[in-house]
């Protein structure tokens, strides 16, 4: 009697050690290392069917099949899942709740990826996710997918969205799965919002979330998107820039005229766009319209949290091949701590093989600004609109009237969407302090914690609408062409990333 007691009471401590060690008490990263491993291997064909589904958000029947696809895989997880419907496409909402749980965290997915060229792709099709490896000339050769039972952690799965961000998508999956073996029951409740349109700015996200507060409520937010740092190490993001968008035309004549008979005599749009765009920065890359950099400043304790990032200054320069930064910032964490008056894009003609001798009717520049805190959107796009008045356009919202035209010397049509605002966390909030845990029990160091990315993901509306605090866990590699063609995912990448999901799942809230 006394043995079968002592048997059953030894028994139900070592269950609890257990499980304790698997709750991230006393982590055992050896059976974490091999797990992740052996799950690694079994999620290849999950990724590759991921992979393989179009996902261009301007055709909406591309974006259903994602839908359908999410709904099954999160479906076979124990997830009941609600689709919140918009004025496009739905938002999908995945929630799982879990034993004794009081606190429910948020995830963000997204799902949709950038539009493609296929001819500037180096396989069949940007949605045949294709195996790849470096060779001794340095090129990047086609293997057998069935290599990838045995790959190499510098091997890398070219697909469009394969970083940006079906690939964290596919590595939550997995690690959702690597737990149900391990016995895992995370000791929060998981509810997970899945965006199929953040590529055009998630334009539907701030009023469905408003609409829809009540059902996404939750204690705090991770974002499953992004590179980590250049060096590769763990990563934590604590914010990142807002975004507006700008698109502003200048005028000439009504039509492209031939250019000998009214060279010198009709005005080149192009000339004076180029000209107006000139003169919004100085030559150090600093924007001159007067007041864009009003209220930011970086304190004594700010300098401290930013310098703390490892940047390699020269590193950096090399893998962009400049030789010299804009001087915005003194430093690269410094400069994305500013508001950005970015031009992506410029038209005016034509140009190449298709390139005529004219004066063309009109030129156009597409403007993005990256948004932080401490400015507000709407005052940088006036003060915008205002520069280009005082340099003597007449500025409108509309392509002019001939009328106008004949009137005014000088015409710019300026448009403007606000995307959405900045976010920014503090490090020591409950969900960084939490996620900071878990980071340092799988890899044996702290995580880099960055404060803000100098890019823009379209979370704020959760932040300030559900007021819950957000940080982002990229895993992805830096260098992997994301928004461009050739996107890539590196696989050490892709099961580093699936382990750092597996200790967020076992780490107590």
């Given at each position: 009697?006394?043995?079968?007691?002592?048997?059953?009471?030894?028994?139900?401590?070592?269950?609890?050690?257990?499980?304790?060690?698997?709750?991230?008490q006393e982590?055992?990263?050896?059976?974490?290392?091999?797990?992740?491993?052996?799950?690694?291997?079994?999620?290849?064909?999950?990724?590759?069917?991921?992979?393989?589904?179009?996902?261009?958000a301007?055709?909406?029947?591309?974006?259903?099949?994602?839908?359908?696809?999410?709904?099954?895989?999160?479906?076979?997880?124990g997830?009941?899942h609600t689709?919140?419907?918009?004025?496009?496409v739905?938002?999908?909402?995945?929630?799982?709740?879990?034993?004794?749980?009081?606190?429910?965290?948020?995830?963000?997915?997204?799902?949709d990826?950038?539009?493609?060229?296929?001819?500037?792709?180096?396989?069949?099709?940007?949605?045949?996710?294709?195996?790849?490896?470096?060779?001794?000339?340095?090129?990047?050769?086609?293997?057998?997918?069935?290599?990838?039972?045995?790959?190499?952690?510098?091997?890398?799965?070219?697909?469009?969205?394969?970083?940006d961000?079906k690939?964290?998508?596919?590595?939550?999956?997995?690690?959702?799965?690597?737990?149900?073996?391990?016995?895992?029951?995370?000791?929060?409740?998981?509810?997970?919002?899945?965006?199929?349109?953040?590529?055009?700015?998630?334009?539907?996200?701030?009023?469905?979330?408003?609409?829809?507060?009540?059902?996404?409520?939750?204690?705090?937010?991770?974002?499953?998107?992004?590179?980590?740092?250049?060096t590769?190490?763990?990563?934590?993001?604590?914010?990142?820039?807002?975004?507006?968008?700008?698109?502003?035309?200048t005028?000439?004549?009504?039509?492209?005229?031939?250019?000998?008979?009214?060279?010198n005599?009709?005005?080149?749009?192009?000339?004076?766009l180029?000209?107006?765009?000139?003169?919004?920065?100085?030559?150090?890359?600093?924007?001159?319209?007067?007041?864009?950099?009003?209220?930011?400043?970086?304190?004594?304790?700010?300098?401290?949290?930013?310098?703390a990032?490892?940047?390699?200054?020269?590193?950096?320069?090399?893998r962009?091949?400049?030789?010299?930064?804009?001087?915005?910032?003194?430093?690269?964490?410094?400069?994305?701590?500013?508001p950005?008056?970015?031009?992506?894009g410029?038209?005016?003609?034509?140009?190449?093989?298709?390139?005529?001798?004219?004066?063309?009717?009109?030129?156009?520049?597409?403007?993005?600004?990256?948004?932080?805190?401490?400015?507000?959107?709407?005052?940088?796009?006036?003060?915008?609109?205002?520069?280009?008045q005082?340099?003597?356009?007449?500025?409108?919202?509309?392509?002019?009237?001939k009328?106008?035209?004949?009137?005014?010397?000088?015409?710019?049509t300026?448009?403007?969407?606000?995307?959405?605002?900045?976010?920014?966390?503090?490090?020591?909030?409950?969900?960084?302090?939490?996620?900071?845990?878990?980071?340092?029990?799988a890899?044996?160091e702290?995580?880099?914690?960055?404060r803000?990315?100098?890019?823009?993901?379209?979370?704020?509306?959760?932040?300030?609408?559900?007021?819950?605090?957000?940080?982002?866990?990229?895993?992805?590699?830096?260098?992997?062409?994301q928004?461009?063609?050739n996107?890539?995912?590196?696989l050490?990448?892709?099961?580093?990333g699936?382990?750092t999901?597996?200790?967020?799942?076992a780490?107590?809230?």
């Amino acid at each position: 009697m006394k043995s079968s007691l002592f048997f059953k009471t030894y028994s139900v401590i070592f269950f609890l050690l257990v499980n304790l060690s698997l709750l991230g008490q006393e982590l055992d990263r050896d059976r974490l290392d091999e797990t992740t491993r052996k799950f690694t291997a079994a999620s290849f064909p999950l990724l590759k069917d991921l992979l393989s589904i179009p996902n261009d958000a301007f055709y909406p029947d591309e974006i259903e099949k994602n839908i359908q696809w999410c709904e099954k895989a999160f479906a076979q997880r124990g997830f009941g899942h609600t689709r919140i419907e918009t004025a496009t496409v739905s938002l999908l909402l995945a929630e799982r709740k879990h034993p004794n749980a009081e606190k429910t965290v948020l995830i963000y997915l997204q799902i949709d990826g950038q539009p493609v060229d296929s001819t500037r792709w180096f396989q069949e099709s940007p949605y045949t996710p294709t195996l790849k490896k470096k060779n001794a000339a340095g090129d990047w050769e086609a293997l057998p997918w069935s290599s990838i039972s045995e790959y190499q952690d510098d091997w890398r799965v070219f697909a469009r969205s394969a970083s940006d961000a079906k690939g964290p998508v596919a590595m939550f999956l997995t690690a959702l799965d690597a737990a149900t073996e391990l016995n895992l029951s995370p000791n929060y409740n998981i509810k997970v919002i899945m965006d199929f349109e953040e590529e055009l700015g998630s334009p539907q996200l701030p009023k469905a979330v408003t609409d829809n507060a009540a059902l996404l409520e939750a204690d705090m937010l991770i974002i499953f998107d992004g590179p980590r740092h250049i060096t590769n190490r763990p990563t934590l993001t604590f914010g990142a820039r807002g975004i507006a968008t700008v698109q502003l035309t200048t005028y000439g004549p009504v039509v492209p005229q031939h250019s000998g008979h009214f060279g010198n005599y009709a005005p080149n749009p192009a000339l004076r766009l180029s000209k107006l765009l000139a003169s919004m920065k100085d030559d150090e890359g600093r924007v001159t319209i007067e007041g864009f950099y009003d209220g930011i400043s970086i304190d004594a304790e700010t300098e401290k949290i930013l310098k703390a990032v490892p940047d390699d200054e020269a590193q950096i320069k090399d893998r962009l091949q400049i030789a010299k930064t804009d001087q915005v910032g003194s430093y690269y964490q410094e400069s994305i701590q500013y508001p950005s008056l970015n031009i992506r894009g410029m038209q005016s003609g034509w140009i190449d093989e298709k390139v005529r001798t004219i004066i063309p009717g009109w030129a156009r520049a597409e403007i993005d600004v990256r948004l932080v805190l401490e400015s507000d959107p709407n005052r940088l796009i006036q003060l915008i609109s205002d520069h280009i008045q005082n340099q003597g356009f007449y500025v409108i919202d509309r392509e002019p009237t001939k009328e106008e035209r004949l009137e005014h010397a000088k015409i710019a049509t300026l448009t403007h969407e606000i995307s959405y605002q900045s976010f920014r966390t503090d490090f020591d909030s409950e969900v960084g302090l939490w996620l900071t845990r878990a980071l340092t029990r799988a890899f044996g160091e702290e995580p880099i914690r960055i404060r803000m990315s100098g890019g823009s993901i379209p979370i704020s509306p959760f932040v300030t609408t559900l007021n819950i605090p957000a940080v982002t866990v990229p895993t992805v590699n830096r260098d992997n062409n994301q928004h461009s063609p050739n996107e890539n995912l590196r696989l050490g990448n892709y099961r580093e990333g699936i382990k750092t999901m597996i200790v967020i799942l076992a780490e107590e809230l």
